[in-house]
């Protein structure tokens, strides 16, 4: 697909009274899109020939819904400096007089003389084989429920995504997003359970409801509250 040319530039738009640095990506396209991006700076994305009363009415139109994403992301910057959320808690980063970066479950332990972005990388690096070895042991545990079936098992790759739990690929790959981490356990098991049950149902029919019920009687509980919950959770 074609890439669109465009033009970014800053520019100050109101937002419920208060003044809001934007940035302005102005491009052929049709379309006005507006985003809160995860560094928290709102994105406007307009047709070339927009004027400037048109962009400051669509901010307005939407302006509640800005608000709610601006101050979410406030909030989600000022938590990640203090905390993490492991397996639906909240766990804190503590300073550390020993030189070892550690996750308990109920501290992170950062050496004392590390910045926030030693602090983040090794987190990062934590948190993928951490994952990882978790999702395994989810897929291994499952794994004689579907077997049956005399499907192959699929080969699970860690990713993180911005809009997916997880995904199974026809290819043989089951998909799943680093950010499920986050989640409680119970959680992480629908997601690998969901994806397994489209090994032997692709779409979400009748019958993979049913083999859904079977695994877990309670999934559509779960299902109901993974679904309050963004993808983004990091
Ligand atoms: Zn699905």
């Known amino acids: 697909?074609?890439?669109r040319k465009s033009y970014r530039q800053e520019i100050w738009v109101d937002v419920a009274g208060e003044s809001i640095k934007a940035a302005l990506l102005l491009s052929d396209r049709r379309s006005m899109r507006l985003q809160v991006t995860p560094d928290g700076e709102l994105e406007l994305r307009l047709p070339?020939?927009?004027r400037e009363r048109d962009i400051q009415s669509f901010v307005t139109a939407h302006q509640q819904w800005i608000t709610e994403r601006l101050s979410a992301s406030k909030d989600r910057q000022a938590r990640s400096s203090k905390a993490v959320l492991l397996l639906g808690r909240e766990v804190p980063f503590v300073a550390s007089a020993l030189n070892e970066f550690l996750v308990t479950d109920t501290h992170i332990w950062v050496p004392e003389n590390w910045d926030d972005e030693q602090r983040d990388r090794a987190l990062e690096r934590w948190w993928r084989g951490h994952s990882r070895d978790r999702f395994e042991r989810l897929i291994d545990q499952w794994w004689p429920r579907f077997e049956v079936y005399g499907v192959a098992r699929p080969t699970l790759r860690v990713k993180r995504m911005r809009t997916r739990w997880g995904s199974l690929s026809k290819r043989g790959y089951i998909n799943l997003n680093m950010s499920l981490l986050s989640l409680s356990e119970d959680?992480?098991?629908?997601?690998?359970?969901?994806?397994?049950?489209h090994l032997r149902h692709f779409d979400h029919g009748a019958g993979f409801r049913a083999l859904m019920s079977e695994c877990l009687p309670d999934w559509r509980q779960r299902d109901k509250r993974i679904n309050l919950l963004s993808a983004d959770v990091l």
């Not at 959680?187 to 049950?197: F, M, Q, S, Y």
């Open 1 to 3: 697909m074609k890439q």
């Open 187 to 197: 959680l992480i098991e629908l997601v690998v359970v969901h994806e397994l049950c």
């Open 48 to 50: 070339l020939q927009c």
